[in-house]
């Protein structure tokens, strides 16, 4: 009897963490692959028009890719190796590039609108778990 209630207890774990994994990222899709030219091209993107921080350097996660519109989120902090006060200097965003220009939410109290009007509704909460820092 209590080996079955372990096994039972295990099966149900694993279907949470399994559960946890597909719906963390706001679908079951598989990851964007990109080739390094395609990830250098949204990253310069990003950097040039995305934030306000002098000489950046972002990483970009991508989440979704439809014809030319590029739905991702970026994390930019400032090149500089001596900035004392980098962290606070952090600039993360969710982010959609249509061509070569860059959109994002506004800050303060527009940011809600602003995602709600640039992404699609499926990658919201992948935006949200970022925004919050839940996401990877």
């Known amino acids: ?3 079955k209630i372990k096994r039972f207890g295990f099966g149900i774990g694993a279907t949470l963490v399994a559960t946890f994994a597909i719906t963390s990222c706001g679908s ?4 964007i692959t990109l080739s390094d030219d395609e990830r250098a091209t949204i990253t310069d993107v990003v950097q040039e028009q995305g934030t306000v921080i002098d000489s950046p350097t972002c ?3 991508v ?3 439809e014809d030319s519109t590029t739905y991702g989120w ?3 902090a400032p090149d500089s190796q001596d900035s004392a ?3 606070a200097q952090a600039d993360a965003f969710p982010f959609r590039i249509d061509g070569q220009e860059l959109r994002r939410p506004d800050d303060g109290s527009k ?3 602003g995602v709600q009007e640039l992404f699609p509704e ?3 909460s992948a935006i949200t778990q970022h925004s919050t820092g839940a996401g990877g």
Do not use: H, K, N
Request: proline content about 4%; overall charge negative.
């Open 85 to 87: 006060d980098t962290a």
């Open 28 to 31: 079951g899709d598989e990851p």
């Open 122 to 124: 499926d990658l919201r």
């Open 74 to 76: 970026a994390t930019c």
């Open 1 to 3: 009897m209590g080996q």
């Open 111 to 113: 940011y809600e609108e």
């Open 63 to 65: 989440f979704r890719i």
């Open 59 to 61: 990483q970009v996660e």
